[in-house]
C-alpha cells in the first residue's frame, strides 16, 4: 500500500529498532518474528529528531555553521549504515516571531471552533496573542506548550465562567491582557 510512516524523535527507539530499519531502508520489505513480510516498497518513512536543535537558535552561527553543527551531532548518534541508507536530512529553521504568531492563530481557531457548539464568540487581541506565542515557547519543546497554555489560560478559566454563569450561551468573550502585561483577562 502507499502510505507514510510517521517516526517521530527516532533518536529515542531503542537500538534494535535501527537493526529493523535498516532492513527496511535495504530490501523494501520487514520480515517478523513469524515469518510474515511487510512489503515497504511504496513507503514513506519521515524520521524526526530533536539531535543539535540547540545550535538552531544560537545567533552566533552562521546558517551553514548551524548545519554542520546539527549533522555532527547526527552523526555522532547514528551509525553510518543507518544514516547512508536515507534519502535526505533536512534540517529545519528555528520557529521564528512570525511561526510563532500562526501557530497562536492555528491554536486560537481551533479553541474557538470548539466553542461554536455554544454559540459563544471568542475574540483574541493582539496582544493576548503575543502573550501566548512569548509564553507558549520553550526552545528545548518548541511550541508544543502553547497547546496547553492555551487550554489552561483560556479553556479552564472559560469552563470556569461557564460553571459559574459568567459566561453563557451565545455570547461573546474578548481575551485580552491585564495592565501589567502579566496575565490574560477574560471579559
Known amino acids: 500500500p502507499y502510505s507514510v510512516i510517521l517516526l517521530d ?4 527507539a531503542h537500538p534494535e529498532t535501527f537493526d529493523i530499519l535498516l532492513q527496511v ?6 520480515t517478523d518474528g513469524q515469518g510474515r513480510t511487510v512489503d515497504f516498497r511504496n513507503v514513506i518513512l519521515v524520521l524526526t529528531s530533536n539531535l543539535g536543535s540547540q545550535f538552531l537558535t544560537d545567533p552566533l552561527l552562521s546558517p551553514e555553521a548551524r548545519r554542520e553543527s546539527v549533522m555532527g551531532v547526527v552523526r555522532s548518534s547514528f551509525k553510518p549504515e543507518f ?13 521564528s516571531r512570525d511561526d510563532l504568531a500562526h501557530i497562536v492563530d492555528l491554536q486560537v481557531r481551533a479553541f474557538a471552533a470548539r466553542l461554536s457548539d455554544r454559540r459563544i464568540t471568542l475574540e483574541v487581541t493582539d ?3 503575543q502573550w501566548l506565542a512569548e509564553r507558549g515557547f520553550d526552545p ?15 479553556g ?5 465562567g461557564l460553571l459559574s454563569g459568567d ?10 491582557v491585564d495592565e501589567a502585561g502579566q496575565e490574560l483577562t477574560l471579559g
Do not use: C, M, W
Open 156 to 160: 479552564d478559566r472559560l469552563a470556569r
Open 140 to 154: 528545548a519543546y518548541g511550541a508544543r506548550p502553547l497547546r496547553r497554555l492555551v487550554q489552561r489560560e483560556i
Open 25 to 30: 531502508l535495504d530490501d523494501g520489505r520487514l
Open 83 to 95: 544514516l547512508n541508507r536515507l534519502d535526505e536530512v533536512v534540517v529545519f529553521d528555528a520557529l
Open 167 to 176: 459566561v453563557r450561551d451565545g455570547s461573546t468573550v474578548t481575551v485580552g
Open 9 to 12: 524523535e527516532v533518536e529515542k
Open 127 to 129: 496582544a493576548a496573542r
